[in-house]
């Protein structure tokens, strides 16, 4: 399974601060995206990163991929209570692979405490 | 509009019904996608549609059973269900439809409907 694994599973930290979050997956891809989930709702799409770059910002999200370490990390600055949900990272295979989906790692609860 | 809609937002149904799930979107996507999430689990995929033919099926039990009408639209039928099913059932769409890589392309979700088999 290529299934991503998230660490760490959940993170409590104080408004303000910044939150780091990490993915780590077990074959090759093609790109790998975050998505944000409230509470028992849809996935939003946070940001993608393609697998011959290294980093990618959007707004007070830096995303960074390793893939000779097969890991990347999500890093939100200046948290924010809206901020507060399930973050999943989300790996999608080569193509002609087998392997052409997303694929979602475990996730990790974040709580900004206000 | 740029938004993935779903219906019913929640349903109970006893092991001997048949309801259906709908999902919609006018972004003019041609790729869409069923899901299914359990409690404090990431979704898993379930199915793929492109260009409204059925793409991808991950070995679905035949009592969930999808239709896409038209791009619009994606149904979800289900009959004797078992109480295992209940989860959270996600709908999502990607712009792409063709391509060897479309179904890893980004993705809108809708807000799901939450399925509750007695």
């Known amino acids: 399974s290529q299934q991503g694994e998230e660490d760490p599973q959940a993170l409590s930290i104080q408004e303000g601060e910044n939150a780091t979050m990490n993915c780590s997956y077990k074959t090759s891809i093609n790109n790998l995206q975050w998505y944000r989930q409230n509470s028992g709702r849809g996935l939003v799409h946070l940001i993608l990163i393609r697998s011959n770059e290294r980093e990618k910002h959007s707004g007070r999200l830096r995303v960074t991929l390793d893939t000779s370490k097969k890991s990347s990390s999500l890093l939100i600055t200046a948290s924010r209570a809206a901020d507060t949900a399930s973050y999943f990272c989300?790996?999608?295979?080569?193509?002609?692979?087998?392997?052409?989906?997303?694929?979602f790692g475990t996730g990790t609860r974040l709580t900004i405490i206000p | 509009d740029t938004e993935v809609t779903q219906t019913p937002k929640h349903l109970v149904m006893g092991m001997t019904n048949k309801k259906s799930l709908k999902c919609e979107q006018h972004m003019g996507h041609r790729a869409m996608y069923w899901y299914k999430q359990k409690a404090k689990k990431p979704p898993e995929l379930m199915f793929v549609y492109s260009y409204e033919k059925l793409s991808i099926n991950e070995s679905v039990p035949s009592r969930f059973s999808p239709e896409c009408p038209n791009s619009s639209l994606l149904n979800l039928h289900l009959h004797a269900l078992q109480p295992e099913d209940s989860a959270l059932y996600l709908c999502a769409s990607s712009q792409e439809g063709r391509g060897a890589s479309f179904s890893t392309d980004t993705q809108y979700f809708g807000p799901g409907t939450r399925l509750t088999v007695l």
């Open positions: 989300a790996t999608g295979g080569i193509p002609n692979f087998g392997n052409e989906k997303l694929t």
